[in-house]
């Protein structure tokens, strides 16, 4: 079965898929002018938008890693990803405090999903 890539730059592809699993590219907020929620919103939008694009959604999340660049902001973005997170399919989930490859990058997300069937 091919690997099939979406939004293919030089430095990385947005999505990768093979053998129905979709595989996403750290998504990070592209307005750093926002506190820790705004950036969490913005960067499940992405998710969203990439795992439809995908032919998934986020009651398909197999495995997320969450990179925050200071943990203080855990409760915030904890708090909006409960309010987005698809009810009875909360995926397991790893976050640590990491820096990033931006000082102003305050939330960055890498999914690993199932397509739909």
């Known amino acids: 079965m091919g690997i099939k890539r979406l939004h293919v730059g030089k430095t990385l592809s947005e999505v990768a ?9 750290g998504q990070i907020a592209e307005d750093v002018g926002q506190d820790i929620a ?6 499940l ?4 938008r990439l795992l439809a694009e995908a032919g998934s959604d986020k009651s398909r999340i197999l495995m997320c ?18 309010e987005w997170v698809a009810e009875g399919n909360s995926p397991p989930r790893a976050t640590v405090e990491a820096k990033l490859a931006k000082p102003e990058w305050l939330v960055e997300m890498v999914v690993t999903a199932a397509q739909a069937e």
């Open 45 to 48: 939008g992405h998710i969203d």
């Open 38 to 43: 705004g950036q969490t919103r913005e960067v």
């Open 17 to 25: 898929i093979h053998n129905g699993t979709v595989y996403l590219a």
């Open 65 to 82: 890693q969450i990179f925050l660049s200071d943990l203080k902001n855990f409760s915030g973005m904890n708090a909006v990803w409960n």
